[in-house]
């Protein structure tokens, strides 16, 4: 069954200490996205990628960092710079555009986030 | 810099009565994207709109594409419980292919 999986479905933080949140897809998608979400907020894009080993910063991509070593795995790291990491995180992947046009995303089920 | 409005940012419905969502770009769009996120849960592709006027129908929910290519609209018909939830607009993101560009969304709430 073809899907993105995200891993932790719940994470705890302690001051000071780097996470790494998980995202593997098995859809063949070339382009992969690590956003943000803030109630009333809605999505705000931290990191994308658009094939492997390449990757570029979205809007608010202080404090985080991602790799992309394989095509199916984009992880997220929430470093100590990010003083606050409380929020919903979910990975997405996509098709690149085709005729021009963007394609759909398809998200994982998302990790939350919590300061301890 | 490129932004999306999404208004209202709240509404409450009693079951059966219709809803509808906005969204004003602040560029000319090639296409827009609406997505329904279940209390909960992640956010889920309904459709893409592309051409200029375009309506498009998907049982009780009609979506449009504004005729300047500037503004979309989602309107649900006869609304159910079934319904609830967070209704998102996302446009494609200045020059960079692929990316979108989300609207806060419409929290929708139905009374039974």
């Known amino acids: 069954d073809g899907g993105i999986t995200q891993s932790p479905k719940y994470l705890f933080r302690k001051e000071g200490q780097n996470v790494t949140l998980s995202c593997e897809q098995n859809?063949?998608?070339?382009?992969m996205y690590w956003y943000r979400q803030d109630p009333g907020q809605g999505l705000r894009l931290i990191y994308y990628?658009?094939?492997?080993?390449?990757?570029q910063k979205g809007d608010i991509a202080e404090g985080y960092s991602v790799s992309r070593e394989k095509k199916e795995s984009f992880p997220l790291t929430v470093t100590s710079a990010q003083k606050n990491p409380t929020a919903f995180y979910l990975c997405?992947?996509?098709?690149?555009?085709?005729?021009?046009?963007?394609?759909?995303?398809?998200f994982g089920d998302g990790t939350r986030l919590s300061i301890l | 810099g490129q932004q999306v409005m999404q208004i209202p940012q709240y509404q409450h419905v009693q079951e059966g009565e219709d809803f509808t969502t906005y969204c004003n770009s602040s560029?000319?769009?090639?296409?827009i994207q609406w997505y329904k996120q279940r209390p909960g849960g992640h956010p889920v592709f309904l459709i893409q709109?592309?051409?200029?006027?375009e309506v498009k129908k998907q049982k009780r929910l009609t979506f449009q594409f504004g005729e300047a290519k500037k503004n979309s609209s989602l309107h649900i018909t006869a609304t159910q419980t079934t319904d609830v939830g967070t209704y998102f607009c996302?446009?494609?993101?200045?020059?960079?292919?692929?990316?979108?560009?989300f609207g806060k969304g419409t929290k929708l709430s139905v009374k039974p």
């Open positions: 709109l592309v051409k200029s006027g």
């Open positions: 990628s658009q094939i492997v080993n390449d990757f």
């Open positions: 859809l063949n998608h070339d382009a």
């Open positions: 996302a446009e494609p993101y200045g020059g960079s292919q692929g990316n979108l560009i």
């Open positions: 560029t000319t769009l090639s296409n």
């Open positions: 997405a992947s996509s098709s690149n555009p085709d005729r021009g046009l963007t394609e759909p995303q398809h």
